[in-house]
């Protein structure tokens, strides 16, 4: 095989998996509180739920903040900056640093719902997510 078709073929499979992570049903996220923190200037904390249909896969994001994670109902998998991921079940708990990026975001689960609640602490009006290309 040529390297050109070599690369083509990368490509072709790149382009796939790419189509199959756009094709997973996306997380839905409710902000319920929004403070600035008087203490801190410039600073805000942020609480948020987020809900995980069944097979739900994140982008690759981070959120220059703060973040802390708390499982409601559901497992998740969650990883930063290319670590391990973790499974996370009802009770359980994560961080995430404001210099992380959040590599592995995911419901666990094929066939129930997730959801979680994260608090994070960032900069007043920054948004809560930017994705990572």
Wanted: charged residues 15%; without cysteine.
């Amino acid at each position: 095989m040529t390297v050109s078709r070599m690369l083509a073929a990368l490509l072709l499979v790149i382009a796939g998996a790419a189509q199959a992570q756009d094709a997973a049903p996306h997380a839905s996220v409710a902000t319920l509180m929004t403070k600035a923190l008087s203490d801190y200037p410039g600073k805000e904390a942020t609480m948020i739920t987020v809900d995980y249909p069944p097979g739900s896969v994140d982008p690759v994001h981070r959120h220059h903040a703060h973040a802390f994670v708390y499982v409601l109902q559901g497992s998740i998998v969650m990883a930063v900056n290319g670590g391990k991921p973790v499974t996370l079940k009802a009770g359980d708990s994560f961080y995430e640093g404001p210099n992380d990026v959040h590599t592995t975001g995911r419901n666990a689960s094929q066939t129930e719902p997730a959801k979680f609640v994260v608090v994070l602490l960032k900069d007043q009006g920054a948004p809560v997510l930017m994705p990572v290309h």
